[in-house]
Every structure is written in structure tokens, then in C-alpha cells.
């Protein structure tokens, strides 16, 4: 390992690499132990090089943008983080209705500059608490529409470390899926395409699409959203409401009184409460409905 750190100080400044930082600071669920390195590149050959340096020298890594989705370990993660944000987080209008970002931006930052350019169709992720790279390689959605009705292609790492531009079709994209994730690519920044709107429209309908969410969901505790996935036929919230679940707790995690679909961090919870809880809660749906829970939460390090 020793040889290992020289090797990356070479390649990125000091204060862009902590040691042992607590994933708990970067992740919506407050939740996480340390990570060896957590790294802060700001521009796609600093991710190629570290990418590099960690697949030459087999150590472990993982790609995070806001953490919103990410349930990780109370061990942390023996490796490198790579946290795409600031610095990554540039936007540009293109003609024709298209807007450029990289992969480092947030969609309510992004959202927002779409409606100023009087342009409509990314209202549904103003309030999706995630980075743009997180939501390709999620395919994040919301009120019936996802990344996937929008984006015409996006930039990514490969898993030779090269770059290619991928258009719609080859991300693949589906339920919460993407190639992106199948293939442990690296997003670093996307086109999308819009239609012309009026923009105080666009943003009335943010703010409705707002006001839903904080009626709806547990916002004033740590989630990472809906916990599970919504299997075929049937919502996950729903399943859990009528196993008798709401409320239910492992340790400091709770199935959520306001949504079921959600487990929150309610008082102190660790990763291990809320992957017990996970379990516990798909195991009581599937006695009692015959119906499996799949997490739609990304889980890293041991569990
Ligand atoms: C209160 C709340 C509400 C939510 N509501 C919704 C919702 O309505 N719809 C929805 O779809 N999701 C929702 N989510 C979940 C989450 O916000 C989305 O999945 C979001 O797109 C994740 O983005 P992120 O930057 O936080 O990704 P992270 O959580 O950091 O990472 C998620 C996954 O994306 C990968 N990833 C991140 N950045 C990159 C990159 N640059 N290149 C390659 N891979 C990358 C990670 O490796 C990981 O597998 C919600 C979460 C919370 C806390």
C-alpha cells in the first residue's frame, strides 16, 4: 500500500485525496464507515489516471457522485472512492434544445438551468437528490419519466480506461439500469435533448413535482429513497404496508411511517441494521405475498 499512496500524491494535488474519510459524510443515509481513499478528481484524465494506477496496482475502487443511492459497509471500504462533484459540474446550452453537463452536476442545479433556458422535459428530476453520473447509471426516474426519455448520449470511461461516447440505444438503459452499471463504466458528461417550454410553467410544475415529494416522503430523515425496487405488477411501499411493516425496526433503522417504501436512518442506525432490516422486510413480503424485494439501493464493502 505504502507504494501505492506515493503513486497517487503523484498524481492528484494533496486536497484532492483523504485518508480514512467517513463515508457517513458523503452518503443521504449518514451512513458509512471509513474509506482507505476517497479521492475528489476534477477532470476526466485525473479519473483515467487513478482508474489506471488502482487496475495496475489491484486495488479495489468505486464511483460515487451524492452518495443518494448508496448503502455502505460500517467498515467503510478497503480501497478508493472516487467522488465525482465539484469541479465536474459545468453545463452549456447547445443549439437545438440540447444542453451539455458533466457528470458532477446535480439535477436540481440542472433542472433549474434547463427551465432559465425556457426549455421542458427535465422537471420530473429537479427533485431527485442525485449527480448527473449517478443518474445515467441509475436511469433515475420519477412521475412516470426517466433519464432514459431524455439523454441522446453520454461520455463515459470504459472498462479499458478509454473514452467512447455511447448513444442511447448502446447505454441500454431500463428499470434503474444502464450499461454503465452492468459494465463499471465511469460517466463523465451527457447530452440531452428538450423541447422549447414557458418557463413559468416549468417551474410551477417543479414546484408541484416538489411539494408531492415533501408531502409524500420522509424528507426530514437520512434515506437514499425507495429502498427497493418496484416488482413487476406491484409497488414495494404497498407490499410493505400490507406485510404489517410500517414502522418496523432493526436497531436504528425503520421501515418509514410516512412511506414504506422508504427505510430511514432514524436514530443512529448502522449499515448492518439497515441490510438486516432490508432482509427482514423482503423475507416477511415473500411469506406472506410470494413477491421478492430486490434492493434498488447500491450496497459497498462487507456486509
Ligand atoms: C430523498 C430521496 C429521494 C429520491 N428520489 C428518487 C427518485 O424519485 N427517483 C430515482 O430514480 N431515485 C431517487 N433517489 C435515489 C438517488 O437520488 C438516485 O438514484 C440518483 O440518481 C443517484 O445519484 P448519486 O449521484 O447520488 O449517485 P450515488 O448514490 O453516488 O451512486 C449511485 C450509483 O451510481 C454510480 N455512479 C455515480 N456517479 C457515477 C458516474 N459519474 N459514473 C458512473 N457511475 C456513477 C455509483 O457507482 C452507484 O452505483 C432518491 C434518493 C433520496 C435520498
Redesign the pocket.
Known amino acids: 500500500m505504502k507504494e501505492f499512496d506515493k503513486q497517487l500524491y503523484d498524481l492528484l494535488d494533496a486536497n484532492k485525496i483523504k485518508r480514512g474519510e467517513m463515508m457517513k459524510n ?4 449518514r451512513i458509512g464507515g471509513p474509506a482507505d481513499y476517497f479521492v475528489m478528481p476534477e477532470s476526466k484524465e485525473e479519473i483515467q489516471s487513478v482508474l489506471n494506477l488502482c487496475k495496475k496496482e489491484k486495488v479495489p475502487f ?9 448503502l455502505v459497509s460500517d467498515e467503510g471500504f478497503k480501497g478508493v472512492i472516487l ?3 465539484k469541479g ?1 459540474d459545468q453545463i452549456s446550452l447547445e443549439e437545438d434544445g440540447k444542453v451539455r453537463a458533466f ?2 452536476a ?2 436540481s442545479r440542472l433542472a433549474q438551468v434547463i427551465a432559465e433556458h425556457e426549455l421542458t422535459g427535465f422537471e ?2 429537479s ?17 412516470g419519466r ?2 432514459k426519455d431524455v439523454i441522446v448520449e453520454a461520455t ?1 470511461v470504459d472498462d479499458h480506461n478509454e473514452i467512447k461516447v455511447l448513444s442511447k440505444d448502446e447505454l441500454k438503459l431500463s428499470y ?1 439500469k444502464s450499461i ?2 452492468t459494465q ?5 458528461e451527457a447530452l440531452f435533448a428538450f423541447k422549447p417550454g414557458k418557463k413559468e410553467e416549468i417551474l410551477q410544475k417543479m414546484n408541484e413535482l416538489n411539494q408531492k ?1 415533501r408531502e409524500k ?3 426530514n430523515f ?5 429502498t427497493f425496487k418496484r416488482p413487476e405488477g406491484y409497488f414495494a411501499g404497498k407490499l410493505i404496508e400490507d406485510a404489517g411493516l410500517r414502522g418496523f425496526r432493526v436497531g436504528g433503522a425503520a421501515v418509514s411511517n410516512k412511506h414504506c417504501g ?1 427505510i430511514i436512518n432514524e436514530e443512529n442506525a448502522t449499515a448492518k441494521d439497515v441490510r438486516e432490516l432490508i432482509r427482514q422486510v423482503d423475507m416477511r413480503v415473500y411469506e406472506q405475498f410470494g413477491v421478492h424485494l430486490e434492493p ?3 450496497m ?1 464493502g462487507q456486509f
Open positions: 458523503h452518503t443521504t443515509f468505486y464511483i460515487i457522485g451524492n452518495g443518494s443511492n448508496l467522488q465525482i462533484g465536474m457528470s458532477g446535480m439535477l420530473f428530476a427533485g431527485i437528490p442525485g449527480s448527473l453520473g449517478g443518474a445515467v447509471s441509475m436511469n433515475a426516474g420519477a412521475y426517466e433519464i463515459v434503474r454503465v452499471q463499471g463504466y465511469v460517466v463523465i415529494r416522503q420522509p424528507l437520512p434515506s437514499a429513497g425507495s422508504f434498488e439501493i447500491r459497498i
